[in-house]
């Protein structure tokens, strides 16, 4: 398994949504880095437009009319309370061109992020009274994925295993978007660089770029909705996804060992009941009788698939 990345070093220059750059290959991320970098971005423009003004805010409808979503939005009511949210989500020119990216350039990731957004709305919506964190944390599920923006389009779209330097872009894509949104927000310890650099973290320290333990419920939630929709959609290397069934199956074992946030999950598992129950009152069934593709086991989920490779044999010194 890798334990990359203290430190990070850069391995391509990385731009702005504008072009100015913001690090050269090779720079190291340390606090002084970071310092400098949240300087630069202090002067970016942060005028903002609410997204309700947005194409934005209708594609975010389009989303929630999806098959697979039709039970957790199948009340008009539901729909239009996660809209009444977004809607006033703030959106600088920054955040706009960064999504515009997407959705000219991949939009599978443009769609996802867009799912992402709704469903944490909603989960978000019954763990917390108060409407400026569930609009936080709206925002920060639109902008979770930045990072990925970077990778090429031929490892982002291929539908066959990464090699170990393609793989690379996958397990960085946290870092980017961290670092991005540091430079956007003017803040490293912004909510929106946090939930982009931690979204693939797990409790037990598992998941990636650092192998961190992160345990905030705020940031969990993000995850588990961006794992829900990374595992019900099909993707150009596994065509045939988990059905919904087989995704909370996943997720339910996944908070069982450890690694994702227990109440959470089971929020999730809620809001998938036609009954609608309550937390108090949800039974789980633990009979996997789900479908879970065969050979999950690719370049997204499964970085334990790629070991760090030999320096013998990289240096071609080795026997
Ligand atoms: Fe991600
Ligand atoms: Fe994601």
């Not at 409808?61 to 729909?79: R, S």
Request: a negative charge.
């Amino acid at each position: 398994m890798i334990n990359p990345y203290p430190p990070f070093v850069m391995r391509e220059d990385l731009y702005a949504c504008d072009g100015g750059l913001i690090l050269r290959q090779g720079e190291m991320i340390t606090p002084t880095i970071l310092q400098e970098i949240m300087e630069k971005g202090a002067s970016r423009s942060k005028d903002e437009t609410l997204l309700k003004n947005k194409e934005l805010f209708e594609d975010i409808m389009a989303v929630m009319n999806e098959e697979n979503y039709k039970v957790v939005f199948e009340m008009d009511e539901d729909k239009d309370s996660v809209m009444d949210v977004v809607g006033e989500i703030p959106m600088t020119e920054d955040i706009c061109r960064e999504l515009e990216v997407f959705k000219v350039m991949d939009h599978y990731t443009y769609r996802h992020v867009l799912v992402t957004t709704a469903l944490t709305t909603r989960l978000y919506k019954d763990l917390c009274q108060d409407p400026q964190e569930v609009l936080l944390a709206a925002a920060t599920a639109l902008t979770h994925d930045f990072g990925k923006s970077r990778i090429p389009i031929e490892v982002l779209q291929s539908s066959r295993k990464l090699n170990y330097e393609e793989f690379l872009y996958i397990l960085e894509h946290p870092w980017i978007g961290f670092l991005l949104l540091t430079y956007y927000t003017g803040r490293s310890d912004s909510l929106f660089a946090q939930v982009a650099f931690n979204h693939h973290e797990k409790i037990d320290g598992s998941g990636y770029p650092r192998g961190a333990k992160v345990d905030d419920p705020f940031i969990q939630v993000v995850t588990i909705c961006d794992m829900f929709d990374a595992l019900i959609s099909p993707r150009t290397y596994r065509m045939i996804p988990f059905n919904i069934r087989g995704a909370l199956d996943y997720l339910c074992d996944e908070a069982e060992s450890g690694r994702l946030n227990v109440s959470a999950v089971r929020l999730l598992l809620t809001h998938n009941r036609r009954s609608k129950p309550s937390l108090e009152s949800l039974v789980c069934s633990r009979d996997h009788s789900g479908y879970a593709p065969p050979e999950e086991k690719n370049h997204y989920s499964c970085h334990e698939d790629y070991q760090e490779p030999d320096l013998d044999d990289k240096l071609g010194t080795g026997k």
